[in-house]
Structures are given as C-alpha cells and as structure tokens.
C-alpha cells in the first residue's frame, strides 16, 4: 500500500511478528509496568542490572506493531550494555521522535550512540499519534531505571 | 431502495464532500463525533454576524431577540425528546458534564454512606467515574449488571441487583458495541426497586426517536456534537420535581435569584443549573441541527441505520468469515449502525492506520470504556460507526480498505 512503507518497515513487521527477549524476570530484578491511556496497550519492562550492566531485560504485555516492535528492538539493543550507554541511547531514541529534553530543548543526535535496527522506526515521525506507541516501552525502561 | 439517500444527505454535509489525494472521505466515526450539515453551519454564522448578543441580563432589543432564540432551542430540545416542561431541559457542556451534575447534585443530596448505586459493565466513563468520585466521598456502593456473550445486558438477576439501590445508571446504546438497551423497561424495574433511573442517551438520541415520557426515565443526558450539531453543549433533561428538590451545581451568574453577604437564593428552573454565560451560539447550533433531524424524521434516520448496519453485518461476515469479529448482537432489532471489530489479530491501531490511507476515518482505542474493553478481553478495539450520511458504498469501501491490511501484515 502506497505511503505506509516508511512507517512499517519489514524490520518492524519482523520483530512484531517474532519479538525479542519476551518474557518475566523475578524479583528482584526491576518492574515497570506503562500504560498508552488513548489505547489502553499495557507494557511491561523487566531489568535486570548487575554491576551497572543490563545483565538480562524481558518485555511483555501487549499492544500495535509500532509499540511491541520497539520495545522488541529495545531489549536487544539494551542487553550487555553499561547504564550510561542505555541512557545515552534513551536520549538518541527520543531525540529521532522528536521529543525535547527536559528544558524543551531539542535533542541533537549524538553520533557515537548507534542505533542499529531501531533506525528503521524513524518514520514514526511522521504519525505524530503513532510517537507514544513507539516510545511507550522506553518510558518504561527509564522507570524501571529508577527502580534498580 | 432505502429510506433516506444517503447520496443527497452526504451533499449537506461540506466535510465529506472533501477529497484527501484524490480519495472521498469515507467518515466512519460518528459515534465519537459527527459532522456538521450546511444549515447549521449557517446557524450559527448568521446568528454570529446578525444577531449575537449576550442573553437574558440586558433590556435592549438585541438581547431580547438573542434570549429568544437561546430559549427557542430549549423548546426544540423539549419537543425532540417529548420532555413535559422546556425547563426541564437544562444546557451543559456535554453529556459528561450532565451526568456529573446528576452524581453531583442529586447524588449528594439524596445518597449517603452504604446506598447502592447500580451501572453496568457497558457504560461510558462518563457514567462511571462521577459515581465512582461520590463513592469515594460518600461511601456508596457500585453495583453492576452484566453482559451477556452478545454484548447484551445479562437481565437475569436485575431484581438482585436493584434490592435496595437508590440508583440505576444505564446507557441507552453502547458507543463501543452499537447495542440498544430496554430502555423502558429497565425504568420501570428501577422504580419498582425504588432507584431513580438515569439513562445515558449520548448513542441514543442522535439515532432513534427518543420520548422521555414512555421511556419513563428521571434523567437522560446527551450531547450536541453527536447528533449534527456544535460541540459545547449538551443537555440534561430530568423530571421537574427532581430537579426542583435538587441543590445548584456550579455557582455563579444566571444562577440565583439574589445574593446577599450572608448567603444567596437560586433561581428558577432551568437557571438554577446553568451558572455563568451558557453556550448561546451552540444552543443555536444544536436547534438547527434538531431541525435538520426532523426534516428527515428519527424514525426514518433509524431504518436507514438498520439497513446500512444489516448489510455491513452480510458484507463484512461475507468476505472475511472467521476472520473478523463484530462485538455485539446481530440482531438489528437490538443495535445501532456502531461497530467494534477485530480484524486477522491486527492491533486496532495498525488497523486504522492502514484503513486511513484509503480515507477511512475509524478510532482505534479503548471508546472511554476500559471496563467493558476488560470484559471483552482486549485492549482496545477499531470501531467503525455509521450515521445517516453513510450509505451501503461506504460499508464496501471499509471491506476493501480491510483487504489491504492483509496485505501489510498478513500472516
Ligand atoms: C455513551 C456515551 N456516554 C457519554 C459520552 C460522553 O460524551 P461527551 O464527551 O460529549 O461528554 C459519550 C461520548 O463519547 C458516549 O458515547
């Protein structure tokens, strides 16, 4: 179908299709549980942070292609890496969906942080409503930060 | 050859004669919101530009004539719903506000710690979380009906549920499912229990001929924006000596009577309900949009939905069998042209996303019934809803726009 190939990119499709690192961790890893409250899709963040590196990461509930396919790339992008690094690429992921930092600035990419396969949801950018789909699970991820 | 043509009501209507790269609009959200025809649009510009002045505080003639008119649309609210009394229909700003004004107002007065109050599994947050705030300040109980596997109301054990309830909160027709309530009947169980009977009217009015008197009820709310006319205001309509015996809501302006250091008096009905400038251009608006319906006739509006939501139920089963799953009756008698569907395991918002690139216009989401979206066992569903500007060509536009979905994410 013309003008959607940019939102859902085979990439996407593939990781809503088959997602990453779905699952529960037990206590005491981390919990985090976000809520889209115009669609009611739930997300769930396990983290399990060792020494200051992600030592394992599970995502489960449910919702769109955009939110659970971000979130699949998410935990892949996320796992074995050190705390500041997963911020860093927090930081790099909202800057690409256009959302200011905390002074309302806007986030310049910083081009040490790679991306990799979380590049192809850019298009999102251009669905202003699809930006809380695809942020939904890292929201998350920075409240489970705050728990670990 | 149905009842209204819907090709020539679709000419009235300036928004959906729009075309976006190249394609009609195929507007399927009514249910959230409808669009407006011609002649209210001018209603309200020719009201704007030659008559607009504030009302009942000014004696000059302006005034005068714009007071008439406000009070005007009251009178066609009373006769469009069959209310005894005009002042029995009291301007807010939408159904949500009507119905805090009924929690608000006569639940405070008349409801105290351990009464029950009774909804069902169906109801719009509008119906629910003003209770729920009483509960929490007032110490009621919630009670609530359930469904049946057709998204019906399970009646089975009503007189259980009604033991010792003061209140029975109900929708009309469900926004999410398209199902007609016994309107009527469940009045008159409610006052046989001794409850008042609050009907949420929001889906109702703006597709049925609505008669407050046979239904029976004490209170019904609905608003504007759904049925043709501006968004900004809604109505509640209530019995007269319920909203006589009932305490101000908001308080201010064009509310009292007079108003003195020590205290103040209320005024009449309905001003006692309607504090600070009400919406004048939309009451106007919303008389308009009354004239507009009943040029066409409720009853009429309501067979012509019958007919466009038969054929979709043939249709949509039709092409995609098990594929796709309308929630709700399929029996017409009991629903509206509203329809909440699941489609191949495609999330709602992917599927409206998809449906978008052929201009049609569906929501994607929970409709402000997250309890009913937990009965139904999702998170949220694409609902498709028509109106009387929607005709059979439309339905096939959604069945082809549905195809291409597959195309993206089929399994
Ligand atoms: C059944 C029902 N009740 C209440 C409402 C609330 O209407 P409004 O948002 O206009 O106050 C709606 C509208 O979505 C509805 O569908």
Redesign the interface.
Known sequence: MPGLEDLYREIILDHHRTPRNRGELPPPAAHAVGHNPLCGDEIDVYLQVENDIVKDVKVGGQGCSISQSSASMMSQAIKGKKLPEVRALVRRFKGMMSIPDEDGNPIEPDPSVKLGDLEALQGVVKYPVRIKCATLSWNTLLEALAQS | MSTLDAATIKKQFPLLLREINGLPLVYLDSANSSQKPQSVIDSMTTFMEQSYAPINRSAYHLAAAATDAFEGAREKVQRFINARRAHEVVFTKNATEALNLVAYSWGRANLSSGDVVLLTHMEHHANIVPWQMLAQDKGIVLRWVPLTADGQLDLTTLPELLAGAKVFGFTAMSNVMGTITPVQQLCAAAHKAGAIAVVDACQYVPHNVTDVQAWGADFIAFSSHKMCGPSGIGVLWGREELLQAMPPFLGGGNMILDVRLDGFTCAELPAKFEAGTPPITEAVGLGAAIDFLTDLGMANVRQHEIEVASYAMRTLRERFGDDITLHGPTNVEVRGATFSLAFRGI????LS??LD?RNVCVR???HCA?PL?RELGV??TARASFYLYNDTADVDTLADALD?AS???G?
């Open positions: 999330h709602p918002h992917d996303q998809v690139q994607a989401g929970h997250k979206m998170n949220a291409s195309d993206i994410f399994s």
